[in-house]
Structure formats: structure tokens, C-alpha cells
């Protein structure tokens, strides 16, 4: 009897972790920055046998590739469940643009370029843009908006999670200066990287895009008006606002909406 239990065990504990997604620790040596850039990679047991689509999740100021296992610790799950594979780049804080002043602070051209080119040559990827999105809280929202607006040949889908889209609002704050100089000695810089200067390029339906904000958030301003300037500009797009502050409770809750809308968008196309 104890050992038909044992046996019964084993045979649970294996049909638990027979498909289960594995989480890849990884660097990738980049030139555009001059270093070795961690990344998490988060891959579905299905990636063995078939190409996944693939969603790029963008850290914010002062986070790390670890952020996003961090606030959603069931990614993992999702990603079995749903057949993607996640890919969390250490974005430092660079804002996820190529700086005009600092040579090794090139993380478009990683983002967009090195990251994707890496992600499709060495996983089973379905590597057409309308199978890659790119979401991101914070900082990455603005990062994951712009590099799809800069990019729109690489990526189909993006998102903005609690986004700092509107980088002259912030101006001085949270290390945009060395990368930019200051806004009133270098206005090129600031428009040619911003999500907001980027909309009057954009034209509709290139990309699907999805942004939402908690209305308690101190950048909720930011995404009212992106949603008000894409409105104007003809551009369509989904605009949630929820309760909800700029918190890891708000973005455990968030990435699930963007997830879903990233996974009607791949079956669309």
C-alpha cells in the first residue's frame, strides 16, 4: 500500500512538472552598449516543439530584468498556458533610447535590434512582427511605446503601463539630463525621443496599441493626454483606466489585460 502511494506520488510530481515553463537567466554581449546586458527569459514547455510568439516586458526607473517575476510571480504559468515566450531585458535606466551624449547608452538599438535579433536566433520564435509585442510600466511604458513607434517593422503590438510617456513633463527628473542634456540647451534631443513628439509620425493602424493608468497614479496626466493626442491624430488604440496607484498591486492586476489583448492580436493575424 505505501508503495502504490509512492508510486502515485511520483507519477502526480511528474505529470506536474512534465510541461512546465523553464526561466532562462541569461547576457547577451551587446555592442550598441558596450557590455554584457542580463535578461530574463521565460519559455513554454511548448517552445520545444513549435514557434511561440514572443512578449517583450519592459522594467521601469531603478527596476531590473528580475522586476517583472517579481510582480507577477505566475508568469511562468502564463506562459505555458498561453504558449509565449516573455523576454525581460535589464533595461538599467536608459529610458530605452539611443543617447545622443552617452555612447554606451544605445538601448533602442538594443531593444529593438541586438535583443529581437538574439531572442529569434536562439529560441523557437515566430519571428514575423505580428507575432511580437512590447509592453512595459513606468519608464518601459515609455520605452515599450517608443521603440515600437521607432520600429514599427519589428514590433505589431505594443502597450504602456502606468506610462512616463511625456519625457518634457518630467524634464530634469529621474536621469533623463545626462542622457539628454538639459531641455532648454538641447530641445532636438528631447523631441526626437519622445512618445508624444512620435505620434505625429504614427499613422493609424500599424500598430495595435493598448495603454491604461490608475487613476490615483502621479503620472495618470500622461496617459490622459496620450490618449487625448492619439484621439486627435486619428489613431486607434485601447485606453483602460482603473483604480489603482503606481504600485506593484496595479501591474500584477495590469499585465493580465495587456497579455489578453497582445493574445487576440496574434490570433488575429
Same mark, same amino acid.
Given at each position: 500500500?505505501?508503495?502504490?502511494?509512492?508510486?502515485?506520488?511520483?507519477?502526480?510530481?511528474?505529470?506536474?512538472?512534465?510541461?512546465?515553463?523553464?526561466?532562462?537567466?541569461?547576457?547577451?554581449?551587446?555592442?550598441?552598449?558596450?557590455?554584457?546586458?542580463?535578461?530574463?527569459?521565460?519559455? =513554454?514547455?511548448?517552445?520545444?516543439?513549435?514557434?511561440?510568439?514572443?512578449?517583450?516586458?519592459?522594467?521601469?526607473?531603478?527596476?531590473?530584468?528580475?522586476?517583472?517575476?517579481?510582480?507577477?510571480? &505566475?508568469?511562468?504559468?502564463? *506562459?505555458?498556458?498561453? /504558449?509565449?515566450?516573455?523576454?525581460? =531585458?535589464?533595461?538599467?535606466?536608459?529610458?530605452?533610447?539611443?543617447? =545622443?551624449?552617452?555612447?554606451?547608452?544605445?538601448?533602442?538599438?538594443?531593444?529593438? *535590434?541586438?535583443?529581437?535579433?538574439?531572442?529569434?536566433?536562439?529560441?523557437?520564435?515566430?519571428?514575423?512582427? $505580428?507575432?511580437?509585442?512590447?509592453?512595459?510600466?513606468?519608464?518601459? /511604458?515609455? /520605452?515599450?511605446?517608443? $521603440?515600437?513607434?521607432?520600429?514599427?517593422?519589428?514590433? #505589431?503590438?505594443? @502597450?504602456?503601463?502606468? @506610462?512616463?510617456?511625456?519625457?518634457?513633463?518630467?524634464? /530634469?527628473?529621474? #536621469?533623463?539630463? =545626462?542622457?539628454? @542634456?538639459?531641455?532648454?540647451?538641447?530641445?532636438? &534631443?528631447? &523631441?526626437?525621443?519622445?512618445?508624444?513628439?512620435?505620434? *505625429?509620425?504614427?499613422?493609424? @493602424?500599424?500598430?495595435?496599441?493598448?495603454?491604461?493608468?490608475?487613476?490615483?497614479?502621479?503620472?495618470?496626466?500622461?496617459?490622459?493626454?496620450?490618449?487625448?493626442?492619439?484621439?486627435?491624430?486619428?489613431?486607434?488604440?485601447?485606453?483602460?483606466?482603473?483604480?489603482?496607484?503606481?504600485?506593484?498591486?496595479?501591474?500584477? $492586476?495590469?499585465?493580465?489585460?495587456?497579455?489578453?489583448?497582445?493574445?487576440?492580436?496574434?490570433?488575429?493575424?
Amino acid at each position: 500500500m505505501i508503495k502504490q502511494i509512492q508510486l502515485i506520488l511520483v507519477f502526480l510530481l511528474l505529470a506536474i512538472t512534465a510541461d512546465a515553463a523553464r526561466i532562462d537567466r541569461i547576457e547577451i554581449k551587446s555592442e550598441a552598449t558596450n557590455s554584457a546586458i542580463k535578461v530574463v527569459v521565460i519559455v =513554454p514547455d511548448v517552445e520545444k516543439t513549435q514557434n511561440c510568439p514572443v512578449i517583450y516586458l519592459l522594467h521601469g526607473y531603478m527596476g531590473n530584468q528580475e522586476l517583472w517575476l517579481g510582480i507577477k510571480p &505566475n508568469l511562468p504559468e502564463i *506562459a505555458d498556458r498561453e /504558449g509565449f515566450i516573455f523576454v525581460c =531585458p535589464d533595461g538599467k535606466n536608459s529610458w530605452y533610447i539611443n543617447s =545622443p551624449i552617452d555612447k554606451n547608452s544605445q538601448y533602442e538599438t538594443f531593444i529593438s *535590434a541586438e535583443l529581437v535579433d538574439f531572442i529569434d536566433k536562439n529560441y523557437r520564435t515566430q519571428t514575423d512582427r $505580428n507575432y511580437r509585442a512590447i509592453t512595459g510600466l513606468s519608464m518601459g /511604458g515609455h /520605452g515599450a511605446l517608443f $521603440n515600437a513607434m521607432c520600429h514599427p517593422d519589428v514590433f #505589431g503590438a505594443t @502597450g504602456s503601463m502606468s @506610462g512616463a510617456v511625456d519625457i518634457h513633463s518630467i524634464n /530634469g527628473d529621474f #536621469g533623463l539630463i =545626462p542622457l539628454l @542634456g538639459k531641455l532648454s540647451e538641447h530641445p532636438e &534631443n528631447w &523631441n526626437k525621443n519622445s512618445v508624444m513628439k512620435q505620434i *505625429a509620425t504614427l499613422k493609424n @493602424g500599424v500598430l495595435a496599441i493598448y495603454i491604461d493608468c490608475g487613476v490615483s497614479d502621479f503620472l495618470f496626466e500622461m496617459s490622459e493626454n496620450l490618449n487625448k493626442s492619439l484621439r486627435q491624430k486619428g489613431i486607434d488604440h485601447d485606453y483602460t483606466t482603473r483604480p489603482g496607484k503606481h504600485d506593484a498591486d496595479y501591474w500584477n $492586476n495590469s499585465i493580465d489585460y495587456h497579455i489578453l489583448f497582445f493574445k487576440k492580436f496574434f490570433e488575429k493575424k
